[in-house]
């Protein structure tokens, strides 16, 4: 395997290294200035448009989507570098439109929405002048397993009836926020995973509401936020499935692979800052008399973060280059071993970082907090670890049972 950036790659890992330096990590605290000055923390910070078209003007748009039509056209193996990068700032993949869940959404419109739909939403999301949601977990069940969703779409002559209740739908505070990717069930009679459709559900549709914004360890993520989302007897255009009736569970299968997957490069890049940031505390720090770089116990915190991230990016690398080649349903097994490996280690990483930090660590004078309270986040989207692990075992048992035949 060769991990050696294209010079393609290489040019854009420069220009975004220096644009995250120059641009996105000083205006962090900018950022965080005019959400707080605003009338309503559910407003936009102008410095995020500024950052944004400048972002477009360097050319560091988009680069997450390989659909040359309407992305850069890179691999998942080329854009590894360029997510991590970008994983160094809560703001920055905003900035350069690879945000998640619009990156999953518009892969979705991408790969299988029709031309309309396309030119609807897609092309709005791409430009970043829309944001979306995604509409798939539901509080009244364990969602971890899809075909337990119960929300209901239902065929009525030319319109489809939704109704359910939904939460933890990324991104429905954003007052940019205008279409919801639903998933619920048109046929509960089908096969297991046949029972499940998606449906594109703009949120001015009367019927439906926003319950409330939910906190993750009592951020809220303003402006963005995660919104508990009720849908009553809402009607839309039969033309707004996607795909087609029973293609949901395929849909949020192919959906969830490059967004597993780019969960886990901003992980690593989130690590490296916290990394960077301990290295830079106690090599300034005095305690006892002297540095806290030379107490025994933090060289040895230094150490084992460096290698860990070393082992987290090698095996997202790998994972990153079988769904390049042999898709990602081959790849599955190493997009689950990643899923779990990479949030795992940028969490103990940051837990070293805040301990060598003190006090101010746990504050919000320094990222560290709140990049655990988000990282920590990630052992439960897209599938907890529990359910990758079980998964992982399953093929590797298989894997042996076929051997022994």
């Known amino acids: 395997m060769d991990f050696e950036p294209s010079e393609k790659v290489k040019a854009l ?12 990590i000083p205006n962090e605290k900018v950022y965080q200035a005019q959400l707080e000055a605003g009338e309503s923390r559910w407003q936009i910070p102008p410095i995020m448009e500024e950052m944004k078209e400048q972002a477009k003007a360097a050319g560091l748009w988009n680069l997450f989507l390989p659909n040359e039509r309407y992305g850069a056209g890179l691999t998942n193996l080329e854009y590894a570098p360029l997510a991590e990068i970008m994983g160094g700032s809560p703001i920055a993949p905003e900035v350069f439109n690879c945000n998640a869940p619009d990156t999953g959404n518009m892969e979705v419109l991408a790969e299988y929405g029709n031309e309309e739909q396309q030119q609807m939403w897609l092309l709005p999301l791409l430009d970043g002048s829309i944001r979306s949601c995604f ?56 096969a297991r995973h046949e029972q499940q459709s998606m449906i594109l559900v703009p949120l001015d549709t009367p019927g439906v509401k926003i319950e409330r914004v939910l906190n993750v360890f009592g951020y809220d993520h303003a402006p963005h936020g995660h919104a508990e989302i009720s849908y009553n007897n809402v009607r839309v255009p039969a033309k707004n499935i996607l795909w087609g009736e029973g293609k949901g569970f395929a849909i949020a299968q192919g959906r969830l692979g490059p967004g597993r997957i780019h969960h886990c490069m901003r992980s690593i890049g989130m690590a490296e800052r916290a990394l960077e ?25 230094i150490a084992d973060s460096r290698i860990e991230i070393e082992q987290a990016r090698l095996l997202t690398l790998k994972a990153a280059d079988m769904m390049d080649k042999v898709g990602n349903k ?30 101010a660590g746990v504050s919000d004078d320094f990222p560290l907090a709140a990049a655990w309270a988000n990282i920590r986040t990630l052992r439960l989207a897209d599938g907890p670890d529990e359910v990758h692990r079980d998964s992982i075992a399953r093929m590797e048992l298989k894997a042996a049972a076929k051997k022994e035949q």
């Open 13 to 24: 890992e420069a220009k975004l290294k220096a644009f995250m330096s120059e641009v996105v």
């Open 135 to 190: 509409s798939m977990t539901e509080p009244e069940v364990a969602s971890s397993d899809a075909t337990n969703i119960q929300a209901s779409i239902v065929r009525d002559g030319d319109e489809y009836i939704i109704n359910g209740r939904k939460w933890w739908s990324s991104g429905a505070g954003d007052p940019r926020c205008k279409i919801a990717i639903v998933m619920g069930k048109t046929d509960p009679t089908a």
């Open 277 to 301: 940031l301990m290295v830079d505390r106690v090599s300034n720090r005095v305690a006892f008399g002297k540095r806290l770089a030379d107490q025994g116990v933090i060289r040895e915190w």
């Open 330 to 359: 081959a790849a599955r097994k190493e997009i689950a071993m990643i899923k779990v490996v990479a949030p795992n280690v940028a969490l103990r990483v940051i837990d070293r970082a805040i301990q060598a930090f003190g006090g």
